[in-house]
């Protein structure tokens, strides 16, 4: 299935990340990565920092020197996955005792040291925040040391590290533009694993993009946990802003977005993951006066229930959340809307259950990302809450939600027939090689006859047949 851009990206999961081939070194590293955007984003960074080391990568972990899997936390079978994928390095370990196997990402900042006492066969173990550690790390292993840095900064955010842009097709790149979460959602482990949030530098994150735009990447995406939330006034932790007058002359995520928009009107941008409680109005008015950010906005509400919302923690109300849709709706007629749902959280009842499926009725997503509630150690809900719902109630609560989301996206497909859409080329279809596939401004994937296009140019593509998640047509331009 060709799919639209996703947070949890399951066609990359465990994905082993590719340097250009140009790029050489003496060492070999197997870098494989797991869990979100933002992983697969920091990833590059790995990449970029032992790239200056004198490595390079290798599809093949057997013939790899080092080992690294940048890890999840997010939910328990995110992390079953890279204990099952470690037993696969252990006999590659077995047969190359000088192989050296690290463990990145927030499963490592989660776990700690504790990681090398329940997994013999890992010797480096990494948080989120320590990356520019690495060379020192992998000397100390070398020196016949295990090595472990899970230092959370209130400082770092990469900003001076160029990514290394890994297996790209030179369109699409992302590009982070903060770090961590203040939010607290009682369900998640993100601020445990990734620290407190703190903001980029806005002119190193122009830069970046200006730099890429140069390389002849055309669509961006800007990452953060909470991206409304970017707020920068010279650094530091979000926490720490505190003055009126840091407050004014800071950079805010609207300001941002303008200022990303203007560098081309061929460089599209798209950014990711809004928060309903930190979503303003003046962002929605950026992205209208700017045809180049695309009309879409993942706007998560995790439940219909404004009791479940409030022992989620989450800082708004049912009523709060359909409020800002029709906001969306008034400032942005065209634009696609997606979520991500929780289902089974502790205490949810069957009428709880039912206002998600009737909001997201109400709110005709294009897309949702659906899961099951997975209790997480030293979350809020783990300390405060039991988690009470049977396994079969939540798979069965799951399934209604996954069907009434098939029925409405494929619904929202249909609306988009029998109109031109700017698509921006990105690949050859999995469907056919005669065809390119790319994407219209609300992220669906449009395919369509190659004729005389490359990848990075735009076409506009008039749409008259379709599947349920994609569009098919013919160039008219
Ligand atoms: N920061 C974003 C937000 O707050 O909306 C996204 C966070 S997370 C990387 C992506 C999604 O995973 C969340 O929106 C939520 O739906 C889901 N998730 C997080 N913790 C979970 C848990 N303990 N159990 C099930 N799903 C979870």
């Given at each position: 299935?060709?799919e639209?851009?996703?947070?949890?990206?399951?066609?990359?999961?465990?994905?082993?990340?590719?340097?250009?081939?140009?790029v050489?070194?003496?060492?070999?590293?197997?870098?494989?990565?797991?869990?979100?955007q933002?992983?697969?984003a920091?990833?590059?960074?790995?990449?970029?920092i032992?790239?200056?080391?004198?490595?390079?990568?290798?599809?093949?972990?057997?013939?790899?020197?080092?080992?690294?899997?940048?890890?999840?936390?997010?939910?328990?079978?995110?992390?079953?996955?890279?204990?099952?994928?470690?037993?696969?390095?252990?006999?590659?370990?077995?047969?190359?005792?000088?192989?050296?196997?690290?463990?990145?990402?927030?499963?490592?900042?989660?776990?700690?040291?504790?990681?090398?006492?329940?997994e013999?066969?890992?010797?480096?173990?990494?948080?989120?925040?320590?990356?520019?550690?690495?060379?020192?790390?992998?000397?100390?292993?070398?020196?016949?040391?295990?090595?472990?840095?899970?230092?959370?900064?209130?400082?770092?955010?990469?900003?001076?590290?160029?990514?290394?842009?890994?297996?790209?097709?030179?369109?699409?790149?992302?590009?982070?533009i903060?770090?961590?979460?203040?939010?607290?959602?009682?369900?998640?482990?993100?601020?445990?694993?990734?620290?407190?949030?703190r903001?980029?530098?806005?002119?190193?994150?122009?830069?970046?993009?200006?730099?890429?735009?140069?390389?002849?990447?055309?669509?961006?995406?800007?990452?953060?946990?909470?991206?409304?939330?970017?707020?920068?006034?010279?650094?530091?932790?979000?926490?720490?802003?505190?003055?009126e007058?840091?407050?004014?002359?800071?950079?805010?995520?609207?300001?941002?977005?303008?200022?990303?928009?203007q560098?081309?009107?061929?460089l599209?941008?798209?950014?990711?993951?809004?928060?309903?409680?930190?979503?303003t109005?003046?962002?929605?008015?950026?992205m209208?006066?700017?045809?180049n950010?695309?009309?879409?906005?993942?706007?998560?509400?995790?439940?219909?229930?404004?009791?479940?919302?409030?022992?989620?923690?989450?800082?708004?109300?049912r009523?709060?959340?359909?409020?800002?849709?029709?906001?969306?709706?008034?400032?942005?007629?065209?634009?696609?809307?997606?979520?991500?749902?929780?289902?089974?959280?502790?205490?949810?009842?069957?009428?709880?259950?039912?206002q998600?499926?009737?909001?997201?009725?109400?709110?005709?997503?294009?897309?949702?990302?659906?899961?099951?509630?997975?209790?997480?150690?030293?979350?809020?809900?783990?300390?405060?809450?039991?988690?009470?719902i049977?396994?079969?109630?939540?798979?069965?609560?799951?399934?209604?939600?996954?069907?009434?989301?098939?029925?409405?996206?494929?619904?929202?497909?249909?609306?988009?027939?029998?109109?031109?859409?700017?698509?921006?080329?990105?690949?050859?279809?999995?469907?056919?090689?005669?065809?390119?596939?790319?994407?219209?401004?609300?992220?669906?994937?449009?395919?369509?006859?190659?004729?005389?296009?490359?990848?990075?140019?735009?076409?506009?593509v008039f749409?008259?047949?379709?599947?349920?998640?994609?569009?098919?047509?013919?160039?008219?331009?």
């Open positions: 299935m060709e639209a851009e996703k947070i949890i990206d399951e066609n990359r999961q465990g994905e082993a990340l590719m340097l250009p081939t140009n050489t070194g003496n060492k070999k590293m197997y870098l494989e990565s797991y869990g979100c933002m992983n697969f920091d990833s590059e960074i790995v990449a970029s032992l790239t200056e080391g004198g490595f390079t990568t290798t599809k093949d972990f057997n013939e790899a020197d080092v080992i690294f899997v940048n890890t999840c936390a997010i939910r328990d079978n995110a992390e079953q996955r890279v204990r099952t994928r470690l037993t696969d390095f252990r006999k590659a370990k077995k047969k190359n005792p000088d192989l050296i196997i690290g463990v990145l990402g927030c499963m490592a900042e989660r776990l700690k040291d504790k990681f090398l006492d329940e013999k066969i890992v010797d480096i173990v990494v948080g989120p925040d320590a990356y520019r550690d690495l060379p020192n790390l992998i000397f100390k292993v070398e020196g016949g040391q295990k090595a472990v840095n899970v230092i959370l900064s209130k400082e770092e955010t990469y900003a001076d590290i160029t990514p290394v842009r890994l297996d790209t097709n030179g369109v699409n790149a992302f590009i982070s903060m770090r961590g979460c203040d939010n607290m959602c009682s369900f998640c482990v993100v601020p445990f694993t990734r620290g407190r949030e903001s980029r530098d806005p002119e190193s994150i122009v830069a970046e993009a200006k730099d890429l735009f140069a390389k002849g990447y055309r669509e961006i995406t800007l990452l953060g946990q909470n991206v409304d939330s970017y707020i920068y006034a010279g650094g530091g932790l979000k926490k720490e802003i505190l003055t007058e840091q407050r004014t002359s800071a950079t805010t995520f609207a300001q941002l977005l303008e200022m990303v928009a560098i081309n009107p061929d599209r941008i798209r950014y990711s993951t809004s928060n309903p409680r930190d979503m109005d003046d962002v929605l008015h950026v209208a006066k700017y045809e950010i695309c009309k879409n906005i993942h706007l998560p509400v995790q439940s219909g229930s404004s009791r479940i919302l409030e022992a989620m923690n989450r800082g708004y109300t009523e709060f959340y359909q409020e800002r849709i029709l906001a969306i709706r008034k400032i942005l007629p065209d634009c696609g809307i997606s979520s991500d749902i929780i289902t089974g959280f502790c205490t949810e009842t069957e009428e709880d259950h039912q998600t499926l009737s909001l997201m009725e109400w709110a005709d997503y294009d897309f949702s990302f659906m899961f099951a509630y997975s209790e997480r150690p030293n979350t809020l809900a783990e300390r405060k809450f039991d988690d009470d049977p396994e079969e109630i939540k798979k069965r609560r799951i399934a209604e939600v996954i069907a009434l989301q098939q029925k409405l996206s494929e619904r929202k497909t249909k609306t988009h027939l029998n109109r031109i859409h700017r698509v921006l080329i990105e690949r050859t279809s999995k469907r056919s090689d005669e065809m390119w596939s790319g994407r219209n401004s609300q992220n669906i994937v449009v395919v369509f006859p190659k004729g005389n296009f490359k990848p990075g140019e735009y076409a506009d749409v008259d047949k379709c599947t349920a998640t994609t569009l098919i047509g013919r160039v008219i331009s």
